[in-house]
C-alpha cells in the first residue's frame, strides 16, 4: 500500500517561477489537505478537499490555488513562487467525517531563492 | 493562531524513563489526536481520543483528556532511543469540518 504520495520530494524555485506539487492518495479516501510546516509554526493548513468537486481555503491559503482532479488526487500550485514560501508541504487525506486520523504523505521540501 | 499549544517544547530523557507531553486549546472539540514525527519524515496518527472520552490506552502510549480544562496529556512508558521524534496534538474543533489544527509540538529525545 502506496498510501499518499508526494511528488517532488525537494525542489528549488526562483521567484516569481511557478510550480505545481502533485499528491494522490490510494486509499478511497474522500477528504485531503495541503499543509505547510515551518519552524516554530507546527503545520498551518492551506487549503482542503472535503470531497471530490470541492476546495475550501485553510488557515494561509495566500499565494495557492488547488486543484481536485479526481477522488486520488489534489494538487497545490504557487503561481510566482516567494521567498516566505519556503516550507515543507505535507499532503493529507482521511476517510472523511469526525472520528478518522489522518495518513500523510513524506512531504516536500521546498526552497525558494 | 494556533489551536494546540504544547508542553514542554523539548524534553531529553534516559531509556527506560516515562515521558509526558501536556496539550492545551482553545475551542471545544469533537476529538484531539496525537502525531509523532521522525526528522524529515511525514507525520503519523497515533492515537484519537473523542471529547466524551477521558482515557486512552494504545501499547505503550496513553492519553488522557479534560475537557473542562480544555488539555490533554500523552504519555510514553518505557521510553526507547526509537521514540525520539517530534510529537504533536491536533484538535478537530467542532463545526470545523473535520479540519485538524496543529500544535507546535515537542521535540522528545530518548538517550540510550
Known amino acids: 500500500n502506496a498510501g499518499v504520495t508526494q511528488t517532488p520530494k525537494f525542489q528549488v524555485l526562483k521567484t516569481g517561477q511557478s510550480m505545481t506539487l502533485q499528491c494522490a492518495q490510494d486509499m478511497n479516501h474522500n477528504s485531503m489537505y495541503w499543509y505547510r510546516q515551518d519552524p516554530g509554526m507546527g503545520l498551518r493548513l492551506i487549503y482542503y478537499s472535503a470531497s471530490e468537486g470541492t476546495t475550501d481555503k485553510g488557515e494561509v491559503p495566500n499565494g495557492y490555488n488547488v486543484s481536485r482532479l479526481n477522488k486520488r488526487e489534489f494538487s497545490l500550485r504557487l503561481e510566482s513562487a516567494a521567498p516566505s514560501q519556503t516550507s515543507v508541504y505535507f499532503c493529507a487525506s482521511t476517510p472523511g467525517g469526525m472520528g478518522y486520523g489522518y495518513t500523510f504523505g513524506s512531504g516536500t521540501r521546498l526552497t525558494v531563492v | ?112
Open chain 2, 1 to 112: 493562531s494556533q489551536q494546540g499549544e504544547e508542553d514542554p517544547q523539548a524534553l531529553s530523557i534516559q531509556e527506560g524513563e516515562n515521558a509526558t507531553m501536556n496539550c492545551s486549546y482553545k475551542t471545544s472539540i469533537n476529538n484531539l489526536q496525537w502525531y509523532r514525527q521522525n526528522s524529515g519524515r511525514g507525520l503519523v496518527h497515533l492515537i484519537l481520543i473523542r471529547s466524551n472520552e477521558r482515557e486512552k490506552h494504545s501499547g505503550r502510549l496513553r492519553v488522557t483528556l479534560d475537557t473542562s480544562k480544555k488539555s490533554s496529556s500523552l504519555l510514553i512508558t518505557a521510553s526507547r532511543a526509537a521514540d525520539t521524534a517530534s510529537y504533536f496534538c491536533a484538535t478537530d474543533a467542532w463545526g470545523g469540518g473535520s479540519r485538524l489544527t496543529f500544535g507546535e509540538g515537542t521535540q522528545l529525545t530518548v538517550n540510550p
